[in-house]
C-alpha cells in the first residue's frame, strides 16, 4: 500500500487579514483561502494525504528543513507579497523541487518568486477583475489531472487572465480558459523540472469563492496525484559529477 502523499499548502494569508479584504475574506474564507485548498484535499482524498498549512507570516514563511524534508507536494498561492518572500527559502523550495517535490503553483503564483525562478521566463499576463465568466476546458481528457472534471468547468465569477501569457512552452496543456470578454487563456500547464513535476492552475483569485467550487477541488486533488514525486525519487537535485576514467578502453571493460 503506498504511503500518504504529505502535502504542504502554502498561503500568503495577506488578504485575510489587510484592513481591505478582512470582512470579504471572512465571509468567503473563514478558514483562509490556505485552510480552504486543504480542507478539499482532505475531503477528497482523505486518508491517501497528509496535509498542513504554512504561510509566509511563520518563521521561515513555514517552510523550514524540517517541513520541506517531509513535503512531498507543496501547493503555492501568492498576490501581494511576492517581493517579501525571502529568496533562501524560494532557494530551498527551488533544490526540493528539481529533487523531486511537486509544485502546484494556483493563480497569482505566476509571478511567485519560485515559479518565475522555474520558468526562467517573466510569467507576465494579461488581467481584467470585473468578475467575468471563464469557462475551463478541458484539452487533454485522457490526463490525470483532467479526471472526474467536466468540460467546461463553469466558474460564474472571476478574475480574467488573458493572453500573451509568457512562460515557457508547456509540456502538457491540460485546461485552456475562455471568458465572457473573448480572452483565452492557457489556465492549466504542466512542466518537469529536474526530477519534479510543476502544475500551474489560475482559478482561484481572492475575491470569489472558487476554492470552495467542487470542480476546482477535483483538479486540484488530481493534481496532487500527479505531482507525488516518483517512487524512486531521492530529493537530491541532479548535480555535476566528476566522472572517472572510462568504462572501456580498446574494447575491454576497464572499470566495474
Same mark, same amino acid.
Given at each position: ?7 504542504? @499548502?502554502?498561503? #500568503? +494569508? ?20 490556505? &485552510? ?32 520541506? /524534508? ?12 511576492? =517581493?517579501?518572500?525571502?529568496? =533562501?527559502?524560494? #532557494? ?27 520558468? &526562467? ?7 481584467? +477583475? ?7 476546458? %478541458? ?22 487572465? &488573458? ?19 473573448? #480572452? ?13 513535476? @510543476? ?22 486533488? %488530481?493534481?496532487?496525484?500527479? /505531482? ?7 530529493? @537530491?537535485?541532479?548535480?555535476?559529477? +566528476?566522472?572517472? =576514467? ?11
Amino acid at each position: 500500500m503506498n504511503s500518504p502523499i504529505r502535502v504542504t @499548502v502554502w498561503g #500568503e +494569508n495577506f488578504h485575510e487579514h489587510s484592513d481591505r479584504d478582512r470582512a470579504g475574506m471572512a465571509e468567503r474564507y473563514p478558514q483562509g483561502m490556505h &485552510g480552504a485548498i486543504a480542507a478539499g484535499l482532505s475531503e477528497l482524498l482523505g486518508d491517501q494525504v497528509e496535509v498542513r498549512t504554512a504561510t509566509l507570516d511563520q518563521p521561515e514563511h513555514g517552510l523550514t528543513d524540517e517541513v520541506l /524534508a517531509s513535503t512531498d507536494v507543496l501547493t503555492w498561492w501568492g498576490h501581494a507579497r511576492h =517581493a517579501a518572500v525571502d529568496d =533562501a527559502v524560494v #532557494e530551498k523550495v527551488h533544490r526540493r523541487v528539481l529533487g523531486g517535490m511537486g509544485l502546484l503553483a494556483l493563480h497569482s503564483a505566476h509571478f511567485s518568486k519560485i515559479f518565475i525562478k522555474l520558468m &526562467g521566463t517573466t510569467c507576465s499576463l494579461q488581467w481584467r +477583475n470585473s468578475a467575468d465568466t471563464e469557462l475551463v476546458w %478541458n484539452v487533454s481528457p485522457a490526463h490525470p489531472i483532467s479526471q472526474g472534471v467536466p468540460s467546461p468547468i463553469v466558474i460564474d465569477e472571476q478574475e480574467m487572465y &488573458g493572453e500573451y501569457f509568457d512562460i515557457p512552452a508547456p509540456d502538457e496543456q491540460v485546461f485552456l480558459s475562455t471568458f465572457s470578454g473573448g #480572452e483565452v487563456f492557457r489556465s492549466g500547464c504542466t512542466w518537469r523540472r529536474g526530477k519534479g513535476k @510543476v502544475f500551474y492552475f489560475s482559478p482561484g483569485d481572492q475575491e470569489y469563492p472558487v476554492y470552495h467550487h467542487p470542480d476546482i477541488k477535483r483538479v486540484l486533488a %488530481n493534481a496532487v496525484q500527479w /505531482a507525488r514525486p516518483d517512487q524512486a525519487a531521492d530529493f @537530491v537535485a541532479p548535480q555535476v559529477v +566528476n566522472e572517472p =576514467a572510462p568504462y572501456l578502453a580498446g574494447g575491454k571493460a576497464i572499470r566495474a
